[in-house]
């Protein structure tokens, strides 16, 4: 069902390219009927997308690279002691890395602010357009510029993308949706707006996009998971690093040949 679009005076004039490029894909509709659960607005801070609530109050999602707990502090902070990087293992500076789940760009973020080329995938058309629509808005910015240098972005679903071609990797991420399991007030707003637009079974396929994944990386994939979350798939990872709240399963390529060139390859 395509998302409702409207745009308000201030609508700058590269987002409303976004809108017009996901009407063009059917993903967004000008002509909506009844009152919409979700609505994609295009304002003066770009694209946000609002979920409208029963109670009559409406959740917002505008991704902002630039401020808050998630911005640029967050990026920069990241670094050598982030969780994500740490299990990526020792990757030099300028290793390729694919971020097979695109979503809110933090986890991508952190990877090009650490020096990595990062591609990012997100096969939510909408999400990918809210994700570009903070990318450009963010790409002035004095020292976040350099790494958003460093991070493209792809609106593709990864097996597709990868499907048919020698797409080779250093490392790759994977980040699944996974179903909210506490009760929804306790979940964050982005995640409950996420799981408004991806439905309540979003990413059924992981497991196997994560096969297509070590069939493309040279060194390592690593998969995020709530802490105490089975294994993707029922799958062992090689090792896993804990955090507080999240856990990163590092899963190796299955071809020995391929970890002895990684590990020429990265120094
Ligand atoms: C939990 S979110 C990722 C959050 C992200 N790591 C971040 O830092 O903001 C998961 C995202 O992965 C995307 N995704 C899942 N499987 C995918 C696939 N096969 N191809 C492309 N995107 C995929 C979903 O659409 C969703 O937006």
């Known amino acids: 069902m395509p998302i409702p679009f409207r ?4 609508c ?4 409303r390219r976004l809108g017009a490029a996901l009407l063009e894909q059917g993903a967004i509709t000008t002509a909506p009927s009844g009152e919409p659960e979700l609505e994609l607005v295009c304002g003066p801070e770009g694209l946000t997308l609002v979920a409208h609530q029963a109670s009559g109050s409406a959740l917002a ?3 902002d690279l630039v401020g808050g707990a998630r911005g640029y502090r ?3 902070a990241g670094h050598a002691r982030e969780d994500l990087v740490r299990a990526l293992g020792r990757l030099p500076r300028g290793s390729r890395i694919l971020d097979a789940s695109a979503g809110l760009g933090r986890d ?3 990877l090009a602010a650490r020096g990595f080329e990062v591609v990012a995938i997100e096969r939510n058309p909408v999400l990918a357009a809210l994700l570009c629509d903070a990318m450009e808005r963010a790409s002035g910015h004095p020292a976040l510029g350099a790494s958003l240098d460093r991070l493209s972005l792809v609106q593709a679903d ?3 993308w990868l499907s048919g071609n ?3 990797f250093d490392a790759a991420m994977f980040d699944p949706m996974f179903p909210p399991r506490r009760k929804d007030a306790e979940v964050k707003k982005e995640m409950r707006v996420l799981h408004r637009l991806l439905g309540a079974n979003p990413d059924p396929d992981a497991p196997e996009t994560l096969l297509m994944l070590l069939e493309h990386v040279r060194r390592c994939v690593v998969v995020k998971r709530p802490l105490h979350a089975p294994a993707l798939g029922g799958r062992p990872p090689a090792r896993s690093l804990r955090g507080r709240s999240t856990r990163f399963d590092v899963y190796l390529p299955a071809r020995a040949g391929d970890q002895s060139s990684a590990r020429a390859g990265a120094g």
Not at 7 to 10: E, F, L, N, R, S
Not at 12 to 15: G, I, K, L, N, V
């Open 7 to 10: 745009a308000t005076p201030g």
């Open 12 to 15: 700058p004039a590269s987002s």
């Open 61 to 63: 999602l505008n991704i």
């Open 74 to 76: 967050h990026a920069r």
């Open 108 to 110: 991508a973020l952190v």
């Open 158 to 160: 990864v097996r597709d």
């Open 166 to 168: 020698d797409r080779i």
